[in-house]
């Protein structure tokens, strides 16, 4: 079946670096994906989307990448701060309805 | 403030016994979501209801039960079938309005433990 996934598991970085999360994607029919950050025992934080009809998104200090041809979804951090230490979920919306990877825990070295 | 409370935040449930998990939005969302989290692993849908007094499968629905009887109100019963419960459960609502508004917010979770 078509899935939404995440390249690596953990992500160890130094603060003050930049992340870069990555997620591949198979279904060819979802029109927008969603970066979720989620801290241990809390529920899923909205922290970027784009549109299937964009490549790039900007926000604060992340930026999302989308490149359709080899279905590929990306999140940059930007100087990576202690408290960007969580698990981050990739997820694509088909039909109303989000599907998550499994996702990538980062962990922030002082 | 607007947002979505889940309670209780912990849950002990003994085998066989049914457990309902409370879901309230006052956000006047349309669509409400109920996810289960297992360690290590992303959220699977488990029902979803796009308005009142409806409700769909979502795609681990066995065991599970819902009802939508008001807009801000979306419980789940883990009733005694379902043969793994112990899980994070999150529960999600989003705006209504199509493609321009997916808007979701997710509550803070239920964490049930069978004992």
């Known amino acids: 079946g078509e899935s939404v996934g995440l390249h690596l598991p953990t992500l160890s970085v130094q603060e003050g670096d930049n992340s870069i999360i990555n997620c591949a994607y198979s279904?060819?029919?979802?029109?927008?994906f969603i970066w979720y950050k989620q801290e241990s025992g809390k529920g899923p934080q909205f922290i970027i989307d784009?549109?299937?009809?964009?490549d790039k998104r900007q926000g604060q200090r992340v930026t999302v990448l989308l490149n359709k041809t080899v279905k590929h979804l990306s999140l940059q951090i930007a100087a990576t701060q202690p408290g960007d230490s969580a698990v981050y979920f990739c997820?694509?919306?088909?039909?109303?309805?989000?599907?998550f990877g499994a996702g990538t825990t980062v962990t922030v070295r002082a | 403030d607007g947002g979505i409370t889940q309670s209780p935040k912990y849950l002990f449930r003994k085998e066989g016994q049914n457990v309902t998990l409370s879901c309230e939005q006052n956000l006047n969302h349309d669509a409400m979501y109920w996810y289960r989290q297992d360690p290590g692993q992303g959220l699977r849908l488990i029902y979803y209801s796009q308005i009142v007094n409806d409700f769909q499968k979502g795609d681990i629905a066995e065991g599970y039960s819902v009802s939508r009887e008001k807009k801000e109100s979306f419980p789940l019963t883990v009733t005694s079938a379902q043969k793994n419960p112990t899980a994070f459960y999150l529960c999600?609502?989003?705006?209504?309005?199509?493609?321009?508004?997916?808007?979701?917010?997710f509550g803070s979770g239920t964490r049930l433990t069978v004992v």
């Open positions: 999600a609502s989003r705006r209504g309005g199509g493609l321009t508004n997916y808007g979701y917010t």
């Open positions: 279904n060819s029919a979802s029109d927008y």
């Open positions: 784009i549109r299937s009809n964009m």
């Open positions: 997820a694509e919306i088909n039909d109303y309805k989000l599907s």
